[in-house]
């Protein structure tokens, strides 16, 4: 490529000064050589001149900070061609010569460098040439002046070298004290003080080495002298840093045999490490390794690097065939194979049945590990379930069983059922007495809540959750003995309640149950006054006060009105977030209390204006959000449930977002689900496995049984489904009119093809492509929707579309056949 010519326009010498000028100040040096140069043709001014060398060392400056010293010296060279000594920038003149090796110019310059140059002006070339001095160009010592201070400190260095070298360690530490702390060679003194250090401390040579400066000349000296020190790994990283001659030096000094230094230039010459090479490594060096851990290291690698067990079984002999199974296992699992990986974890369960004793431990663990590796919840329980059979007294297992069993309606049964299997092995565990105490708690049963409570609390007297719970207890039954008009045992219940010493929250809590009590027993001014100072004490913002004033009132049969009436206004009221999450916990708390969710509905109707519009106003973080709604799914208010679903969908485009807004949509009851939102939570329903998001699996899976228990006929099995002799004879089925025609092997084409759709793309995303064939005609998208065989007639035809088969049936044909009237675009084939 040609390099692009200066234009210059102007012609008269003015506008050219003016314009190199220009260059000069913006920094475009080469566009003002070439106009100075210009300039210079026709008339000598010392100004241009002297503008002109400028520019010429700056480029030579820049040449060089890219590692272009043979430019550079060029560069400076024409600089020096229009200038009078002394010249700038002598020091990095001989440093670029130094870097490209020209000894024949090195030798002239350093001849013609006073001892005030190399002492006082050119420090940095000081500290170079007495590096070089002692390494690679001894000689550089007869052209410098030998008056400077420069020689003279060399020869304290060099009687400083002789003492080390006769490991007269004192003699070191005498000739290093004349050198001054400025000197070009300080550093080689740290260098030196570190070899004195050596003969008695690694850890002070490391310390004094570490203080090297990062641009010194020694730096690479220091590394050298650092890694002398290391052992085993970290000495082998140290030395791949290195180049090849540095790992040899390194090697005669660490006394490294012949296939130790073989094995770190092997590791040297690899920057990607394959499975191969890393277990090829293994076999080769085994006896630097050590046998036992070669083996180790690469029966494991077996598991990606199936093709090493030639290799691995000469080096070290087959293996069993448990270990064979678990090997394929393994790599089956490293492979997403789960089917497979749990055919050999039965296998190696087989051959330890098959041994002598002592392998129950053994199965269990490879039991519970299949259970890890299990996407669907049930699967994992399963496991843990037969695991016990082999390892009955693991408390972490049961555990593990309870929270499994816990989140689903269908298992309430089953947990409860190994709740007591776990008490009755754990009886005094505090663990297990917290799944008691927690199924109690949602079971509202207070009686069992105060016994398991005060059981973990025998225990672990501090237990917060016990003691919480306890509290809650004693302050439900406060509110059912005020609501019972039974006031004069309502102070032994807040006087427990209290003796638990909770802090100051709990005893504004016990304060506003006082005040309820005053309220409905004794003055009601005295009791409205020390409610609305709890109610302040114990909230944030009035509309977390409003909602617990109208709970309190509501669970113990007081006028809301009257109680609200003293408080501040919500009108308008936008919740922060630690309003909106200190709210989250009062109706967690009150849900888990409440026998019904009646009154927090009423309680939630006098805020609800305030949380719909703090949710659409304010940015909260999508955990506080999630929160909230996981509680309103609880206490089934449905209602604010969408309007919180419908805004964080929109934000955050997640599996349990989608679930939330289909559940709250339909109140909960899959039976109002349509047929394209059944198929959109089966979309995210395995998108939620796929990303192990158990809890959402669980809520969607439960919600799409329940939708199979209503609608039996709507399976998910595709073409399988829509051909099945569930319909009476007499009764015309769409599907075989349109479809009986196409031949068994293109049938099963087109099932699969439908499976890969299914799974590859999202609802919303066939609607959209459906729609660029049916037209966006609204009455027929609403059929669409409504009608799951339309839905699904349409995309058969999207299926043979995309299979390049024609079938015979066209767009207007499964339209007509449905009874929905339109002029579509054909599909393409």
């Known amino acids: 490529m040609n390099k692009k010519q200066v234009h210059i326009s102007p012609t008269t010498e003015t506008d050219l000064e003016e314009q190199a000028l220009s260059q000069f100040n913006s920094g475009r040096y080469k566009d003002a050589i070439e106009l100075y140069k210009k300039l210079l043709q026709n008339s000598e001014n010392s100004v241009w001149r002297q503008q002109l060398a400028y520019c010429y060392l700056q480029r030579a400056f820049a040449s060089a900070a890219k590692g272009q010293c043979k430019e550079a010296l060029v560069l400076w060279e024409n600089y020096s061609q229009h200038v009078q000594p002394p010249y700038q920038g002598v020091d990095h003149y001989i440093t670029w010569l130094i870097h490209i090796k020209n000894r024949g110019r090195i030798q002239s310059c350093l001849s013609q460098l006073t001892a005030q140059q190399l002492d006082k002006q050119y420090p940095e ?26 020689i003279s400190h060399q020869k304290i260095v060099q009687t400083a070298l002789q003492a080390y070298r006769e490991h007269n360690l004192k003699g070191v530490d005498q000739a290093l004290k004349a050198l001054p702390y400025r000197s070009a060679f300080r550093d080689i003194r740290t260098v030196l003080k570190a070899l004195v250090a050596a003969s008695t401390s690694h850890a002070e040579m490391q310390l004094l080495l570490s203080k090297m400066p990062v641009v010194s000349v020694y730096s690479q000296s220091a590394r050298l002298l650092k890694a002398c020190t290391l052992k085993g790994a970290m000495l082998v990283h140290e030395m791949m840093t290195f180049n090849h001659q540095q790992r040899r030096l390194l090697g005669e000094i660490l006394e490294l045999n012949r296939q130790q230094v073989e094995l770190i230039e092997s590791l040297s010459k690899h920057t990607h490490w394959s499975d191969k090479i890393k277990f090829n490594l293994a076999i080769h060096y085994q006896s630097l390794f050590g046998t036992d851990v070669s083996q180790r290291f690469c029966f494991t ?141 949602r079971s509202k049963s207070h009686t069992k809540v105060i016994k398991y409570a005060l059981q973990i609390l025998n225990v672990d007297s501090l237990n917060t959750f016990a003691r919480h719970e306890l509290l809650s207890s004693y302050l439900t039954q406060s509110r059912l003995l005020i609501r019972n008009k039974k006031y004069h045992l309502v102070e032994n219940e807040i006087a427990q309640a209290e003796n ?24 009601k001014t005295q009791g409205l006054l020390l409610i609305t100072e709890a109610l302040k004490a114990l909230n944030t913002g009035p509309v977390n006060m409003h909602f617990q004033a109208t709970i309190e009132a509501l669970l113990t049969a007081q006028p809301v009105a009257t109680l609200l009436r003293t408080l501040p206004p919500v009108t308008e009221h936008l919740l922060s977030a630690q309003e909106l999450s200190h709210f989250t916990q009062l109706l967690t708390r009150y849900g888990q209390e409440a026998s019904n969710y009646e009154y927090l509905h009423k309680a939630l109707d006098k ?26 799914d609880t206490i089934h208010h449905f209602e604010l449930l969408r309007h919180c679903a419908k805004w964080a969908q929109a934000k955050w485009q997640k599996p349990i977002w989608i679930y939330y807004k289909i559940h709250s949509e339909t109140n909960g009851n899959p039976e109002r689900c349509s047929y394209i939102n059944c198929f959109r939570l089966q979309d995210n329903l395995e998108r939620a496995r796929q990303e192990k998001d158990h809890r959402t699996s669980v809520l969607i899976g439960d919600y799409l049984e329940r939708y199979a228990e209503v609608h039996p006929a709507r399976g998910m099995d595709f073409l399988g489904n829509l051909f099945e002799s569930n319909v009476p ?16 092997e293109i049938f099963y084409k087109l099932n699969k093809k439908l499976e890969t759709l299914a799974k590859k793309t999202t609802p919303e995303r066939l609607i959209q492509e459906l729609s660029k064939v049916i037209g966006h005609d609204a009455n027929i998208l609403q059929a669409m929707m409504l009608n799951p065989d339309l839905f699904m007639a349409l995309l058969i035809l999207k299926a043979a579309d995309e299979l390049g088969v024609n079938i015979d049936v066209r767009t207007e044909d499964v339209l007509a056949c449905f009874g929905v009237v339109n002029k579509p675009r054909s599909f393409s084939i």
């Open 729 to 744: 004879e007499e009764v015309d089925d769409p599907f075989e009119k349109l479809f009986g025609h196409v031949p068994d």
């Open 500 to 523: 638990l010493k909770m802090g100051k929250y709990y005893v504004a809590q016990t304060q506003l149950l006082r005040g309820l009590l005053c309220f409905a027993a004794q003055d």
């Open 607 to 632: 805020v609800k204006a305030s949380l719909k519009k703090s949710v659409s106003q304010q940015n909260y973080q999508e955990n506080l959000l999630l929160a909230l709604c996981q509680t309103l």
């Open 125 to 150: 070339l000081a500290i170079l040439l007495g590096f070089l001095m002692m390494t690679e160009y001894p000689e550089f010592q007869e052209f410098l002046p030998q008056d400077s201070t420069l």
């Open 301 to 441: 690698m077996l598991t990606r690097y199936s093709a090493g067990q030639r290799d691995f079984n000469k080096a070290f002999g087959s293996i069993n065939d448990f270990e064979a199974n678990r090997l394929k296992a393994l790599a089956h699992e490293h492979n997403n194979n789960s089917y497979d990986a749990d055919f050999y974890w039965r296998q190696c369960i087989n051959a330890l049945s098959h041994e002598v004793g002592g392998n129950d431990l053994r199965i269990a663990l490879i039991l519970r590990h299949m259970s890890d590796m299990q996407s669907v919840q049930e699967q994992q329980t399963q496991l843990l379930i037969e695991s016990l059979d082999y390892d009955p007294d693991d408390k972490d297992c049961y555990l593990k069983i309870l929270s499994n069993t816990s989140q689903h309606t269908k298992t309430s049964k089953s947990y409860q059922e190994w709740l007591c299997r776990a008490l009755g092995r754990f009886p005094q565990d505090v663990d297990v007495l917290t799944q008691a105490l927690q199924s109690a708690s």
